[in-house]
């Protein structure tokens, strides 16, 4: 079976085409099966290609200039997605000459865009955006809901924790990954009603899920690489991804801060640079760049606006993987696996009697 | 005027007696006119109080030997209050024995017995907890409710923006202190619809209760310092304040183990030593122990149970700081300056009428 192609909008993102090109064709040589479809203005497109003659080979170029800017508001980025180097990356998915679009433009735009176009995925009600943190542990951690829906259900949260499994088994090779559903508390009684019931149907459901479920975790506990799933609302992973990128700048800084302060902690930080370096490529957020919008009828991923050509280059790489691995339609079967109205908490069952 | 005394619960915490005791002392120093009510087993004070003349000659001591564990819920808690030592402690606010109690022990059950034996102020609805977080700035911002109310609606964060910006006033010198609603996102348009209702009450009052309020923050600005008083509903505070420790404990942790890494790393860090002794200062919790359940009538602050001395010492220093600045009677006042009707959202208001 061939596999299918990945659209690059070669226009989002704050650093041009150029490290677009150049994160694709990075990760082309990973992923070397992979035709592109690129997405942009065609004369700097091949400008930037002149470089990467292996990409250029596997590529096709789609030409536009036309380009949904950071400040285009989702409603007005729906409007004009027609034509935009985004809108026609989505369109391509939709009309099946590629399998997945990576775009590093404006948030809102892409999964305004991508939802309208694209439509969720039979089964599951709302499209969720998920992210690899850095942990302790062997693996990363997938953090998911982390915006798309400021306000879910008990039965969003439940299919959330469906798809955010079936990245982990992509992403950590765990074939039943743990799952958690984060919470101020661990005790069962902790929290809002939403979060005690969707931990009533995981539990009920683990088993038929192929996932090991726990109940909950706090947001301390994120790093630290006992779990590689957290399920929330997509307000408060937005404020818990926001958190730690902030407090890990924040460390960054005071530890800038810290060895310039002096010259002897100058010469310190020379001599133990290869320690530090070593932190800071576990920090960096381009080794973690690209966020996956799953529920789709297509995958849409998204690369950091000042994501490097390896940051471009690992979103590209997570799409590349999730093709691969037939991520939406292992969520389908997964999603099959389980009797739908097992799904649904028991409130809400009565409600529709 | 006399100020009131502080009761220090000194059987809470993971250290015991002891480390309380020292805690109370070194806060003495910097604040010499206080009298203590030290409360707990005589024995065990009395023994701790030995290495600590000016404290003893400054403290009463009220002899229990019942304690309340961190196993207790808050329910069980409330039951057993009556003769614990952290029971006794908030009683002797209650009594008008004490203006301020200090424990370390078990949060949620501080809180119950807190709020049913002291119960809520004129003019606030619900108490909150607050605390300093460390930033790149010139001073700390504060943070509130952290867990005290998982849901709140838009007259509860109200109230909590003037309870914090009067900590604020006493904590940062600041007469304005710069308030925000902790959001997703910067825009109007942004989060629920109870934080754009707030938002809107807030800009309304923002002259008359002296802040300046200019909308919402993001959890990833936390600490750049541009901020004096960060509002936000029990469970995101509490998920955004668990992030920052969890991600700055996860640096600390990779810190540790790139600069074990190697020789030459190890001898970088011990060259580099002050600096990374600097980093330490700023992100040690001890140096920022002290959560202020604000609301009440009187002040109880809850020491981190593995808080050292110089924690305990900076807990009861900011509980000698509020009581020094009368911050119970300003929050009145405060509320008292603003129209009762205007804290009430538009909506609110037709469903009274």
């Known amino acids: 079976m061939s596999l299918p192609r990945i659209a690059v909008d070669a226009m989002g993102g704050d650093e041009g085409v150029r490290v ?20 942009g203005d065609e004369p700097r497109i091949k400008a930037a290609l002149a470089a990467h003659p292996n990409l250029r080979a596997s590529s096709d170029i789609l030409h536009t200039d036309s380009v949904i800017s950071g400040e285009d508001k989702p409603s007005q980025a729906l409007r004009r997605a027609k034509g935009t180097s985004m ?7 939709k009309q099946g000459h590629a399998g997945a679009a990576v775009s590093a433009g404006n948030t809102g735009a892409l999964m305004a865009i991508a939802k309208l176009t694209l439509r969720t995925m039979p089964g599951i009600d709302r499209p969720a955006l998920a992210a690899l943190l850095p942990t302790l542990g062997e693996n990363d951690v997938i953090m998911l809901d982390l915006g798309a829906n400021t306000e879910c259900d008990t039965r969003n949260l ?11 088994r992509v992403a950590t090779g765990r074939e039943a990954p743990r799952v958690r559903l984060l919470n ?10 939403l979060l005690r019931d969707a931990a009533t149907v995981l539990k009920a459901a683990a088993d038929d899920l192929s996932i090991s479920f726990d109940g909950f975790t706090e947001a301390d506990k994120l790093c630290q690489g006992h779990v590689d799933v957290v399920v929330t609302d997509g307000f408060s992973g937005n404020i818990a991804l926001k958190a730690v990128e902030g407090t890990a700048r924040f460390v960054a800084d005071l530890l800038r801060r810290s060895f310039s302060s002096s010259l002897r902690s100058k010469i310190g930080f020379l001599i133990s640079r290869p320690a530090t370096e070593l932190l800071k490529t576990h920090l960096d957020p381009n080794n973690h760049n690209g966020a996956v919008f799953l529920g789709l009828n297509g995958i849409v991923v998204k690369s950091h606006g000042s994501a490097s050509a390896a940051g471009v280059a690992n979103a590209v790489a997570v799409t590349a993987r999730l093709l691969e691995e037939n991520v939406t339609e292992r969520i389908t079967a997964d999603l099959a696996r389980v009797d739908q109205d097992s799904l649904r ?4 069952q009565e409600e529709r009697a």
Chains 1, 2 share one sequence.
């Open 20 to 39: 677009m090109i150049e994160g694709a064709a990075l990760a082309r040589r990973r992923h070397d099966q992979f035709k592109f479809l690129l997405v």
């Open 87 to 93: 809108g026609m990356a989505i369109d391509a998915v």
């Open 158 to 168: 439940v299919q959330f924790a469906v798809m955010g499994a079936a990245y982990a």
């Open 184 to 193: 101020i508390g661990t005790e069962e009684i902790k929290g809002t009603e």
């Open 345 to 348: 908490p028991a409130r809400s």
